[in-house]
């Protein structure tokens, strides 16, 4: 018999909402049911009729079957049920399975019968219509976990498999990869999936391969917990995992499948993001593993949701190299890159490789005659005092802080620590600070579409100047996806000793405007081969297009107060 965890399978049954029940009441076949039904069929001996009276299973089935292409449902279902529950008829708990998905419209009992069928047979069909109906509801993992159990039918149990259901399966196995490549998955979906994530049978059960990816997903759930709490990264947790996770790579990648491949890979990724954001020493390793990925099976794949996979990839990788000196791999990854044949990668410079790009788009770092400029220089002669009076009263943890967290120092005092978000527009993979909570945000103050007011109140002054410029502002039908962001005027405070790591843009539709406000003395701007810039004074204006790598590195003394707005690009205005 062929089973799953049991919790899974449970979990399965809240995800339906199956509160109307499951199985049956049916505790023994009704007599009166069961002539109504003999009264109706046509086919069958008085033998057999005899034998189906004496509750006999094949001759009881047989009366099912002929009913049922006769669509004589309301005989039918009955006996179906009598032989599916008290007496475990695995083709009976196949056809209610049928029944139930195509007739009825339930799939909550369809899978019922389709996992009971499937596993006590092992039953190949009922096997992947359960895979199939829990791939409709989204449930991906006991999906592929079902799918994959049968199409290795052939392999393990070949007597009950067919050529056919085989290799309809595997398709379904293919294609339930591919969206789960496009889609991504949590941690935990990762942890659960990964065994049932070949056609192979690899790895197999309490194998190394499998323990190292338990440690290694339990340390990155670790990692994230700590994230989302605190808003800090566990470097421990993220040390321990990364050789887990590089070991599983180096000794089992040829042993792999391409989703199996995708995962361990993303993940290796992302945490050596993290990793590289606090040392160098990471670099190499985060180019290889960006290169790895971007040459992987699902991000060379020719679909446009994967398109971003690989370019994504291929644009890490050459920031990696670049980062870690390597101006040889870098090139290298750049001019394979360019045959990449979706044109995503129609890149010009090594200085500008966004995962988004469009070369028909006009593109230079520096974008230094655009009447804003000018404008926001003027207007900051004329409001310095008022703007930064009202700048003063900002809680910059106001719209970061989640909870807070004590401590008792060494005293006997308490002391509590604010617990910070997620920045919007620098991920923690991209900062390197002195300070925890070395970029601050305080917004967004508009989001594409509308004013925050409630945050506009206490810098109200700022917001009337802005609105003034309201039509050079990136936005669209689909903000997020043109502009890269939804936090299209933000206000930004820069403690001294961080820096925003070399990086491009999510695309070259928009360009970055950085206004500063207070503090900005011996802070540098570092964008593609332009020499650094600073923002020369308090009324400092800077448009530039991040799309081309770029890096800002504070060397002052005091807190910067850098407003970052979001600008259409001149060549989309209208």
Known sequence: ?????????????????????????????????????????????????????????????????????????????????????????????LSLGFYYYNVQNNPSKALHYFIHAGERGPNQAALYNAGKILGEHNNLVPAVAYIQLAARLATTHPEHASEQVTETCVTAFH????????????????????????????????????????????????????????????????????PYLRSTWEKDAGQLSPLQVHLLLSHMNDALAALSAVDDDYLFAAGGYAEAMARSTFCLHKDTELDLCFVTSASRAISYYRRAGDTEAAQRIFDWAQSHSSGTTAWKSMDQTPPSFDPNISSKPIW??????????????????????????????????????????????????????????????????????????????????????????????????????????????????????????????MKPGTTVLPHCGINNYRLTLHWCLYGCTNIELSIGNQSSLNYESESGVIVFDDSFEHSIQHNGKEDAVILVVFLKHPDLIQ
């Open 175 to 242: 294609a339930l990869s591919q969206i789960i490549a496009s889609r991504g998955m949590s941690l935990q979906e990762s942890l659960d999936v990964f065994s049932y994530a070949s056609l192979d049978g690899f790895p197999v059960a309490e194998s190394d391969t499998v323990e190292f990816w338990q440690k290694a997903m339990k340390l990155l759930q670790s990692a994230d917990e700590m994230y989302v709490t605190t808003g800090q990264l566990n470097l421990p947790a993220l040390q321990e995992a990364f």
């Open 1 to 93: 018999m062929l089973r799953l965890q049991t919790i899974l399978y449970f979990l399965l049954i809240i995800l339906l909402n199956t509160s109307d029940g499951l199985c049956s009441d049916v505790k023994q076949m009704d007599l009166d049911a069961l002539e109504k039904a003999i009264a109706l069929t046509t086919e069958s001996s008085e033998e057999s009729i005899q034998q189906a009276r004496d509750g006999d299973v094949a001759a009881l089935y047989l009366i099912a079957r002929e009913l049922e292409t006769k669509e004589l449902f309301s005989e039918t279902i009955p006996i179906y049920h009598y032989l599916a529950d008290e007496r475990s008829h695995i083709a009976s708990q």
């Open 368 to 493: 230094s005659d655009l009447p804003i400029t000018h404008q926001l220089k003027a207007a900051h002669s004329n409001t310095k005092t008022v703007l930064m009076n009202e700048i003063s009263t900002i809680d910059w943890l106001a719209t970061t802080t989640t909870t807070t967290t004590s401590e008792i120092g060494s005293d006997g005092s308490t002391v509590s620590t604010s617990v910070i978000r997620q920045n919007d527009l620098v991920p923690l993979s991209l900062l390197r600070s002195t300070s925890p909570v070395g970029w601050l945000e305080y917004g967004p103050l508009h989001d594409g579409s509308v004013w925050n007011l409630n945050l506009c109140q206490r810098v109200h002054t700022l917001c009337r100047v802005l609105r003034s410029h309201e039509t050079t502002f990136c936005k669209s039908d689909d903000t997020t996806k043109t502009c890269g962001t939804d936090s299209i005027v933000t206000l930004v405070r």
